[in-house]
């Protein structure tokens, strides 16, 4: 029984990630989940999970603009999850090499 609770309680939450959705200001009004933009997606949150999800290639939504004081403010990331994982977690440079620190002993 308490097992069944904890699935239920597991699953409730794991929905509540995914109803996030992108904030803004009243100049960067953030838009309707209507499909035209990805959800908000955290790559640091899925090292291991490329995201394969439906709408993980479509651009996520993104708003900036320099307030008076010089300051950039900046809503949301217009990348597609896809292209946010393989940025952070991809390993695109061949020249990258691992030390086998044995090696040296």
């Keep these: ?8 309680i597991a699953v409730s939450l794991a929905s509540l990630q995914h109803s996030e959705w992108y904030s803004g200001d009243e100049r960067c009004p953030p838009p309707k989940d209507d499909g ?30 320099q307030r008076g004081d010089g300051v950039i403010i900046q ?5 597609t999850p896809q292209e946010q994982w393989n940025d952070l977690w991809r390993d695109n440079r061949k020249d990258r090499k691992l030390i086998n620190p044995l090696r040296y002993l």
Excluded: E
């Design 75 to 79: 809503y949301g990331d217009g990348r």
């Design 36 to 65: 035209t933009y990805s959800s908000p997606y955290h790559a640091l949150d899925h090292p291991h999970d490329y995201p394969t999800f439906t709408g993980a290639n479509i651009p996520g939504w993104s708003c900036s603009y």
């Design 1 to 8: 029984m308490i097992t069944i609770k904890a699935m239920i």
